[in-house]
């Protein structure tokens, strides 16, 4: 049991120092390091939990750590994450013991270091064991504490407290440090929500219908993707949020839908559901093993009614006909901010800049994609983050430079009933707070039909 609990610190740590020194996907690294180091499967969920958790917190754990590493001169890049990892343990892992993280953590050391710096891990440790963590209250700076308290950079944390005020700004920032609940969509094509579910409970999963959208089920044990309900193409792994945008587009049978950047294929393949396998659905992407993807989850789930095709939807029209496609869907390329929870590390890596960049890409899809929408047509954008920039600014340029198009209020009766209430006029601003889903932005736009 030691010899394997060793296994996962040290394998945590080299995924740390990997994700650091690579700006590597954590989500990707850590599936990689499961297979090749072959962690044990009752100890996959404590590397998944030391790994996300310490990037999760690593600027709470950095200032934790800082009064005990004032007078050390240029750490090994090593040691940094090794201590962060130990703290971590420490303070929000209940189940173990302070002595055996430090005593991992020094074991370790000494493995990947000299005696010198085993006993500089055990010193620092030691002293923040003794002396207790220095207080976050000390931090005055209000926007400041939360950036520090919540490991969300400072920039970020000021932008939102300007956007959304302090309260809301705080109350993201808090649930970014949760691990977000598996959802899933039912394929209504094949099975009735109450019949998967008993389904799944035959299985062994603890499952529950969603009290937001109608086609959801919630996981609350297990994981659904390997499910044989899964395999069978009853259901679609897909965000509460994500699963929105279907309704919000208002696809009627029959129709011609274009899905402007549509990998991995989760719209897309809701709204072939939707059409009930009429009509046609045109799913772009930009790259081909991408383009793959949403096939074969189209054929999993027994929908024949979605084309998939590798290209740059900024070319569209050199490929399709204008006014040929009844609505269109443009999930657009955006920061992310609304997944962080699924995604800790991209906290540290997007910068402000990204944003504005984003924003120029987002208008030259949308000034591509509109000239194919019929007269009376519905054009949805949506984006997975929970920035003004990239959201309702964007909106707002475009409508402005086309007076052909219209902000479609009666989005709000194709909502769920849930929803509703969240609703601003012709658009939709969910934050992570408001049901535990990703942050997530849907405007619904109409072309005048004169």
């Given at each position: ?21 690579n ?7 850590l ?43 240029k ?6 994450p ?68 919540t ?21 993201m ?30 299985e ?20 659904l ?12 792994i ?20 274009l ?55 900024r ?27 699924r ?8 910068k ?8 120029e890409?987002?208008?030259?899809l ?21 920035d ?11 409508l ?7 902000g ?43």
């Amino acid at each position: 049991m030691k010899g394997n609990r060793k296994n996962v610190r040290e394998t945590a740590l080299e995924l740390l120092e990997s994700i650091e020194k690579n700006q590597a996907y954590s989500n990707l690294l850590l599936n990689h390091a499961i297979e090749k180091n072959k962690i044990d499967k009752k100890d996959i969920g404590l590397l998944t939990e030391l790994v996300y958790g310490t990037l999760q917190r690593k600027l709470t754990l950095d200032f934790y750590l800082a009064p005990f590493l004032k007078n050390n001169r240029k750490l090994e890049p090593w040691v940094k994450p090794l201590l962060q990892l130990t703290v971590y343990q420490m303070e929000y892992l209940d189940r173990v013991p302070d002595r055996a993280a430090i005593y991992e953590a020094v074991e370790i050391a000494k493995r990947h270091g000299h005696k010198g710096i085993a006993s500089m891990v055990n010193g620092v440790l030691r002293s923040l064991q003794r002396e207790g963590l220095p207080s976050l209250e000390s931090i005055k700076d209000p926007a400041k504490q939360i950036a520090i308290a919540t490991s969300h950079p400072e920039w970020l944390v000021k932008r939102w407290i300007e956007q959304f005020g302090m309260e809301k700004t705080k109350a993201m920032c808090e649930i970014n440090l949760t691990a977000p609940l598996q959802t899933a969509r039912v394929n209504l094509t094949k099975i009735t929500v109450e019949d998967c579910i008993k389904r799944l409970e035959e299985e062994g999963y603890a499952v529950e219908a969603s009290p937001i959208v109608p086609e959801a089920i919630k996981c609350l044990r297990g994981n659904l993707a390997s499910s044989s309900a899964f395999k069978e193409g009853l259901l679609t792994i897909q965000d509460e949020s994500s699963m929105l945008v279907a309704h919000a587009l208002g696809v009627q049978q029959e129709e011609n839908i274009l899905d402007a950047c549509a990998a991995p294929g989760g719209k897309s393949t809701h709204i072939a559901e939707k059409l009930a396998n009429t009509g046609a659905v045109v799913s772009l992407d930009l790259h081909e093993h991408k383009v793959k993807l949403i096939s074969q989850n189209a054929s999993r789930l027994g929908l024949e009614n979605i084309e998939s095709k590798k290209l740059d939807s900024r070319n569209v029209q050199e490929h399709f006909e204008q006014q040929s496609f009844d609505r269109i869907l443009l999930d657009a390329p955006c920061s992310g901010l609304g997944v962080m929870r699924r995604k800790p590390d991209m906290k540290y890596t997007k910068k402000e800049e990204d944003l504005s960049r984003l924003q120029e890409i987002q208008l030259s899809l949308l000034e591509a994609v509109a000239p194919l929408i019929k007269k009376g047509g519905t054009l949805v954008y949506s984006t997975c983050t929970v920035d003004r920039a990239e959201n309702q600014e964007t909106v707002q340029k475009f409508l402005e430079k086309h007076p052909e198009f219209i902000g479609d209020s009666s989005v709000k009766e194709r909502m769920p009933e849930a929803i509703r209430p969240l609703m601003n006029g012709f658009d939709l601003q969910i934050l992570p707070q408001d049901f535990g889903s990703d942050g997530f932005y849907i405007a619904c736009i109409k072309r005048k039909v004169d």
